[in-house]
């Protein structure tokens, strides 16, 4: 679920920088920056999200401590 939430956010931000302003790459800038931080943090947004709204636990994550 995680590669489709972040692929949708990715090509939105092409079709829009595309059609509408070149600002929009911004977007898909600060989706990298995330992922890459995400690796050495432990911490990635959309998992958080996720977690929020599906009240599932249990998510191997990498970098995440055994609960």
């Known amino acids: 679920m995680l590669d489709?939430?972040?692929g949708i956010i990715y090509l939105?931000?092409?079709v829009l920088c595309l059609s509408?302003?070149?600002q929009w790459v911004y977007l898909a800038g600060v989706v990298a920056v995330l992922q890459i931080s995400s690796y050495?943090?432990?911490f990635c947004p959309v998992y958080f999200l996720l977690?929020?709204?599906t009240h599932?636990?249990?998510h191997k994550r990498a970098g995440s401590k055994p609960i």
Request: glycine share 16%.
């Open 4 to 6: 489709g939430i972040v």
């Open 12 to 14: 939105i931000s092409v």
């Open 20 to 22: 509408v302003d070149i």
């Open 40 to 42: 050495f943090t432990g």
């Open 51 to 53: 977690d929020k709204f």
């Open 56 to 58: 599932e636990s249990g």
